[in-house]
């Protein structure tokens, strides 16, 4: 295992930092590079884009893994002075883990850890939000979502101000995942008023992966753009895997704390019980998850609508937890227990998204009984959440087909309240394994573009098979594309300014500037390069696309001289 | 070059017949062979798709490129008794080629053919719809389109009939792209009403391709499932390059005669004239390309419109002939000339493809005037060509964000009377060069789910080079997806009925059974296999990505077991 890897912007580019108005806020961003040197209009020499690689895209920074990130956050959080270190681990099952020596080789433990907890209130940025409190959390956001527009050509700042985001997050329409126990983490913020986020899910498997290539993907995927990263580990030693990636971890980090407990109970369903699930949340907790997704909506009512869909269900949380209540003959118990569960994330502020343990794994199912009853129970749950600070955000398509997606969304925020959508997809079709990036990229940028907030990526290995590095970077890039479609459509000006600057250099043959203003710098050289490698073609005036003569490009400088003559 | 080529079905599937109501007539679609012997629901053992890859889709025949491929209409068109066999090739060019004995090896020629024309009317498919005459090719396309969806499971024949495909060519909302000189096409059809079609573009460019990497990669891409595929050839020796791709082409040709035109001047646009442009149409014509490309609608006044643009006009032959009108201080001569031009169609029954020689190149410049002021005059032009008897499809789209899409086919729909839109994408944003197969997809999934009726394909290396037979290969699966996706979007039951027979598969474990339903049998099979290669694994209830504890579908038969005990 390589432990200490040496920061590597994007091709082209470089890391940058705005300063907040506190001394140790730095917001990362990364600037591309422009070489403006022949160009017939005059351009920017740089364009500065929204970064979520952290410290792995900063060249001056090296970063050793068994050190973890720097605290960005711990003094913000010591500051506020209302939580405290706690003597040691809650969760019986953390501590156990940290007692058994023949771990003592896979742990994250060269630094020693104590976790943190609320102290007299929550400690939620909902919580702040509503006391009027701006925390340097909010401004990290605003100024992040601004991505130094001004120099890039905007006149706007979009209305992101600190207090805008203190707003949207008191209101409950956007979220700033960011656990206590996770001071590393660059604050971002989920919503209808900000940047489309996307999602990457990595993880182990019962047979496959080890610890190293869960923190590899984990960087990976934050390279190419996932804002947050959800382990999704269901293999072994998961406890130490998580805490590996959480130290490294400049992004919110999810996880669905069922597949934990049921992994604790050596995957038999009806031996679950809220005890073991109850432990596990607070370990996961005081590790530093940001958010969990606990499929506390499906009810036992809702069973029977899925036994006529053709493809039942097909959420891993929802098949276990409708197996748990069928077996039990009782209410799904993270139901029943929704008050203490939000009362343990309230105290190290994880933010919970409302698990759709009933969203469609067919086009046949879309938009049924099942789905909209769950998603209504969701609406309840995100009223008792609020009620204790905690933030909130609804998990939801699946497959859908295209023409129903806008019921899915409109239906999401009539009856969750304007809660931030978080959804998979949704697929538009079910006939294409192998290219379910893309069916589901189609159904991700139509639903983002109505307000979805989030996105969960889908890689082309979805129905067949665990991803790889590969996948795993096509699966982001792609989603960074539909959330980057739905940004554009839904007027934001940042995003806008990236096409236009784009589309200049195209149109103005700096090839450079266009391999290093793409998503994926990399493919756009190897593409190019695959028919035209000669240094010189990278400033010639056509491609291999089209050629000299039929260059349209070339054919304008004629028509404009003309008519500017004429 | 090889010269025989087995015919080779999709992985899993067989090519199958449904005979018309001629004796010659029969329509070849694929069935897929479905192994239903351990599932628990009764399942039918094959299902019916649309098929567009003709004798090479069929393990039975063996294609000889040297003789080209059975003239299925042959004995359809000589029975209507309209058309005379010339005495020899009418264009100047074609005579040329013809008798360059240089050009012997390279020739088509083993066959000798010579070319039809009308003799006293237009002999346009819409000319006998009009006349209220049921053409074989009418009643093909009737059979195509339906399927065998009697087979699969399907109830409604959602009245696809001859007489209804008849209607829907009279009034112009259809079009049959069949010329006479092309009996070894396989009549299909592109309207709203019908399945929406795809087209792959291929062709040689300056540098870089032969004949038979051209006509490999246009019998690769109808493998796949391209409706029709443009030769936008711009190379060396592409007038015997597209006779080779005819006599071997099940689908209609389209192609830009612009382009050769252009070729005969040596790329030099003002040397371009009318009589050089209508000898290429003749020339192209009687070799039996189905649709014609034609910018006749960028005018003059057009032009000042493209200058504030930041990509300028980025259509190669709208380029070309924007160029061509400033340097002369002329109109275009394609509008000026339509008449004559329709005159020459109607005479093979070359549909015109309406070209948007000012389609937006960048988000910034999408539905601007210079678009829709062209789009105004495609409306004219339409009705010029149906006062013609010509068939007319509308080009459209380009760049353009997700927002401003709806207007797009509106503008389509009011200006051009309903008349078949046929768009390249749209691509939803600049930013994703590599990924341009995707930021099209979505676009393309988009408009035709409002109603575009063909898309243009897009390989992932649009902006960058010419696309190799992979690239082919993803640009064709790709729009496949997108193009079913609005298929089920717009209620098609055949399409419905695919996906809902893949999700039954899928949640039956019938591994195999959801490979060779899916697009691309191929890319599903390795995917699986990368991670769980034994053939044991093709009967399992789980795969590699959530493991045997984690699967839902897994679960779900506990749940339903549960329940319909209690």
Known sequence: MQYKIKGEPIRGSRKVYVDGSQNSMRVGMREIVLSTGSCPVNNPDTFTVYDTSGPFGDESQTVDLTLGLPR??????DDRKDTATLPGLSSEYGRKRLNDATLDELRFGHVCR???????????QMWYARQGIITPEMEYVAIRENQRMELNGGESLMGITPEMVRCEVAAGRAIIPANINHPECEPMIIGRKFLVKINANIGNSPTTSDIHSEVEKSIWAIRWGADTVMDLSTGSNIHETREWILRNSPVPIGSVPLYQALEKVNGKVEALSWDIYRDTLIEQAEQGVDYF??????????????????????????????????????????FTHFDEICDILAAYDVGVSLGDGLRPGSQADANDAAQFGELKTLGLLTQKAWDKHVQVMIEGPGHVPMHLITENMEMELKHCFDAPFYTL?????????GYDHITSAIGGAMIAMQGASMLCYVTPKEHLGLPNRDDVKTGVVTFKTAAHAADIAKGHPGAILRDHAMSKARFEFRWRDQFHLALDPDTAYAFHDATLPDEDNKTSHFCSMCGEHFCSMRANRDVRKSISQS
Chains 1, 2 share one sequence.
């Open 72 to 77: 960005i956050r711990q003094q913000w959080i």
């Open 114 to 124: 104590t976790p943190r907890k609320a102290k007299d209130h929550p400690v939620t």
């Open 293 to 334: 997704t606990i499929h506390a909506g499906l009810l036992r009512e809702h069973i029977p609508h899925t036994v006529k869909r053709v493809t039942g269900i097909v959420s891993r949380g929802g098949a276990i937890m409708a197996k748990w209540c069928t077996v039990h003959q009782q209410e799904n118990f993270l």
């Open 425 to 433: 997809g949704p697929l538009v079709t079910d006939i294409a394994p």
